[in-house]
């Protein structure tokens, strides 16, 4: 196989320790010219959902890459680590959810393994740090093209964990979604796709009585005031002008917000 020569990496380490840096060891011994995009190493810690949405909104706009992703509280039990075959793609990790939305934006699975390949490990595997000793040396091997099949045993696209689907309900008038992420500045961002705005007005209420209004950015409210939006993922949002609309909704992920035409 002609391999990749990029690896997205995706994580919950953190960047004040070394656990990012010793991944990047890990690929520099095996596949020392395949370059490595940092995607994020801030998902909140063992938040899977947060890190299968940032990884699954980033995905499709990276060059053709291995995408190794490693939010993983399972790590050392009996979770099995796969390799995920897109069309545009091969995505490395635990199989706990982590993976399935990027590789649906990728063009959906068309084969998966698992990842129990001795020799494709680096040195003693410790049990808590899959993603030094196991994935990362994986994600190497595959982007210098070796064929995902050499990773393990092929294993039905069916049985891979998957996380539960946010809910979306959309009526006359009205929408009610799951909030799906919430961003560093405090933009709440809902599982409903930005199209389902197209049934409301402009002037809106969230959660029966927060006033609010729809736009296309920012500015199209002052200062202080609630925005309702499709952003670059496509998806319903929610701003606040200069402020943060986290605070002001008082939500977290996995709530539901209710979103009516005024």
Same mark, same amino acid.
């Given at each position: 196989?002609?391999?990749y020569?990029?690896?997205?990496?995706?994580?919950?380490?953190g960047?004040?320790?070394?656990?990012v840096a #010793?991944?990047?060891?890990?690929?520099?011994?095996i596949? $020392?010219? !395949?370059?490595?995009? %940092?995607? +994020?190493?801030?998902?909140? @810690?063992?938040d899977?959902?947060?890190?299968?949405?940032?990884?699954a909104?980033?995905?499709?706009?990276?060059?053709?890459?291995?995408?190794?992703?490693?939010?993983?509280?399972?790590?050392?039990?009996?979770r099995?680590?796969?390799?995920?075959?897109?069309?545009?793609?091969?995505?490395?990790?635990?199989?706990?959810?982590?993976?399935?939305?990027?590789?649906e934006?990728?063009?959906?699975?068309?084969?998966?393994?698992?990842?129990?390949?001795?020799?494709?490990?680096?040195?003693?595997?410790?049990?808590?740090?899959?993603?030094?000793?196991?994935?990362?040396?994986?994600?190497?091997?595959? #982007?210098?093209?070796?064929?995902?099949?050499?990773?393990? $045993?092929? !294993?039905?696209?069916a %049985?891979l +964990?998957?996380?539960?689907? @946010?809910?979306?309900t959309?009526?006359?008038?009205?929408?009610?979604?799951?909030?799906?992420?919430?961003?560093?500045?405090?933009?709440?961002?809902l599982a409903?796709?930005?199209s389902?705005l197209?049934?409301?007005?402009s002037?809106?209420l969230?959660n029966?009585?927060?006033?609010?209004?729809?736009?296309?950015?920012?500015?199209?409210?002052?200062v202080?005031?609630?925005?309702?939006?499709?952003?670059?993922?496509?998806?319903?949002a929610?701003?606040?002008?200069?402020?943060?609309?986290?605070?002001?909704?008082?939500?977290?992920?996995?709530?539901t917000?209710?979103?009516?035409?005024?």
């Amino acid at each position: 196989m002609a391999g990749y020569g990029w690896i997205s990496f995706t994580t919950d380490y953190g960047t004040f320790d070394g656990f990012v840096a #010793a991944c990047h060891g890990s690929v520099a011994r095996i596949a $020392p010219d !395949v370059r490595v995009i %940092d995607v +994020t190493h801030h998902v909140p @810690p063992a938040d899977v959902a947060r890190g299968a949405a940032v990884l699954a909104q980033t995905a499709p706009h990276l060059p053709a890459s291995v995408h190794l992703a490693v939010v993983d509280p399972g790590v050392g039990t009996a979770r099995r680590g796969v390799v995920l075959t897109t069309p545009n793609g091969l995505l490395v990790g635990p199989d706990n959810g982590l993976l399935i939305w990027a590789a649906e934006a990728l063009g959906g699975i068309t084969a998966a393994h698992e990842l129990a390949n001795k020799d494709w490990t680096l040195g003693s595997v410790s049990r808590t740090f899959h993603g030094r000793d196991v994935f990362a040396p994986a994600a190497a091997r595959l #982007a210098l093209g070796a064929a995902p099949q050499e990773a393990g $045993p092929s !294993v039905d696209p069916a %049985d891979l +964990t998957r996380l539960p689907d @946010p809910g979306v309900t959309i009526g006359d008038g009205w929408i009610e979604a799951e909030v799906l992420t919430v961003d560093r500045f405090g933009n709440v961002q809902l599982a409903a796709e930005g199209s389902a705005l197209s049934g409301l007005g402009s002037e809106l209420l969230i959660n029966g009585g927060v006033r609010a209004r729809r736009g296309t950015t920012f500015a199209d409210v002052n200062v202080g005031e609630l925005l309702v939006f499709a952003d670059s993922a496509d998806r319903v949002a929610i701003a606040v002008n200069n402020g943060r609309a986290v605070v002001l909704l008082s939500v977290v992920p996995g709530d539901t917000v209710r979103i009516t035409a005024r």
